[in-house]
C-alpha cells in the first residue's frame, strides 16, 4: 500500500501538526469492520451509535469515556458452554473487539442500551452556557454632544 507523505505541509503550516499526525495515522491503520456499526442522527445535538453485538450479554461489553474519546470494548467469558457445543456451521463471530469513536467537543454520552443484539450507545451534545449563542442587546441612546451642539 502507497503511504502519503505530510513533510511538506509540516513545513509550511502552523497549529496543524497534530491534524497531519492523525492524517499519518489513519492511513496507516486498517477500517475496523468487526462488530458492523451504524452512526446516526436522532436530533439536532442528539447522536446514536449502534453495534451489532449479538451473542454478547451486557456484562461482556464495556463502554469508558475518557476526555473526547469512547472506546466499547466486547469479550465473551470462557464459559463451559462452549465446549459442549458442536457447531455445524459457526456464522455467529462472538470474537472480541474494540471499537474507538472520536467525539466532538462537548458531546456526552447519555445513555446506553442492549436490545435484538444491538447495543445503542446514546450521545447528546450539550454547550456549556459560556459557549451558546447569545443576543446582545443594543442600547440606545442620545448622541454625544459638544457644547450643546449634536456631533454628525
Do not use: C, W
Not at 443484539?117 to 451558546?132: D, Q, V
Amino acid at each position: 500500500m502507497q503511504r502519503l507523505d505530510f513533510t511538506p505541509f509540516y513545513r509550511s503550516t502552523v497549529g496543524f501538526d497534530r491534524l497531519f499526525s492523525r492524517l499519518d495515522n489513519l492511513v496507516g491503520e486498517d477500517a475496523k469492520t468487526y462488530p458492523p456499526y451504524n452512526i446516526e442522527r436522532t436530533g439536532d445535538d442528539a447522536y446514536r451509535v449502534s453495534i451489532a453485538v449479538a451473542g454478547f450479554a451486557p456484562s461482556d461489553i464495556a463502554i469508558e469515556t475518557k476526555e473526547n474519546s469512547l472506546l466499547v470494548k466486547g469479550a465473551r467469558g470462557n464459559g463451559t458452554e462452549d465446549k459442549n457445543r458442536e457447531f455445524l456451521h459457526r456464522g455467529i463471530a462472538e470474537r472480541a473487539f474494540e471499537l474507538r469513536f472520536q467525539l466532538a467537543d462537548y458531546v456526552e454520552v447519555s445513555g446506553a442500551s442492549l436490545e435484538n443484539g444491538l447495543l445503542h450507545i446514546e450521545l447528546k451534545r450539550e454547550l456549556p452556557e459560556s459557549k451558546r449563542p447569545r443576543q446582545i442587546e443594543i442600547k440606545g441612546g442620545t448622541p454625544p454632544t459638544i457644547e450643546n451642539k449634536t456631533v454628525n
